[in-house]
């Protein structure tokens, strides 16, 4: 079980180290996302869990699925049963799944959780899971770390994909080279996917060695991100090395929106 606390350690690090790269993406400045209250609260803690499971070999009690699929789940609400187990609690949560090649979809988890770890489990926590094959209504908490680094990845990048975001551009944010840029000229364009405002930005790109070039290029954004896009503004951006006309916005992703990218 003591894994099960590493896992839940990784994933607070891991989601809160990818949140500046998700800002880039889907709204526009990791810098933001870092000074972000919660953004260090996550780290240390997460790095805490991972320390006292190889420590401690803390265990908690839960319903196991011998075998599944790996998928995250965000908590939508928690209450107790009324039971405990070795004086520890016993709750149900109330879930949105997402896992590769699905639609996010609700269900129901009971599981023993230690009273000094409900903390872990407040709504809007991301928690790591395993689905049964059999019954994808059925799941339980990953204690073999099955959710690795690798699929919260790929799973961001399909969500990301479904969100309206152009996989040219999902790797462009991944490979690109990183600049600044100068919000010269917004135009909003009109709605887009999923309540995404649609704009066309005029951008003037600094690379790292001191050269600037000009782009024009239509994006969407959150509405709560457009704040960070106003003329005059300076962005992070990443640009395609071979096409320094292909640009992808790095903007500040906030706690809600990353749950609310794994809800959807």
Known sequence: ??????????????????????????????????????????????????????????????????????????????????????????????????RQGRDTYATELRTIIPLTSLSQFQPGAIIPLVVSEKDERKVGLDQNGMVSQEYM???????????????EMVDIARTGEKALA?????????????GNIKLQLKLSITKPNGETFEVTTQKEILPSALSQVQQGHIINVFYSKQDPSKVALALQVQEEQLNQLFSS
């Open 153 to 167: 990845q790929q799973l961001l990048n399909e969500k990301m994909t479904q969100q309206g975001i152009a996989p």
């Open 1 to 98: 079980m003591s894994r099960f606390f590493g896992v839940i350690g990784l994933l607070m690090v891991f989601g809160t180290g990818l949140s500046p790269a998700v800002a880039q993406w889907l709204w526009d400045d990791p810098f933001m996302a870092m000074q972000a209250w919660w953004f260090k609260p996550m780290i240390f803690t997460g790095i805490g869990l991972m320390i006292l499971s190889s420590i401690f070999g803390t265990s908690l009690g839960q319903r196991k699925i011998k075998s599944g699929m790996p998928a995250v789940g965000v908590v939508q609400s928690i209450q107790q049963t009324g039971t405990y187990i070795n004086e520890q609690p016993e709750v149900r949560m109330a879930l949105k799944v997402s």
């Open 182 to 194: 100068k919000v010269m000229d917004v135009t909003p364009m009109g709605s887009g996917h999923n």
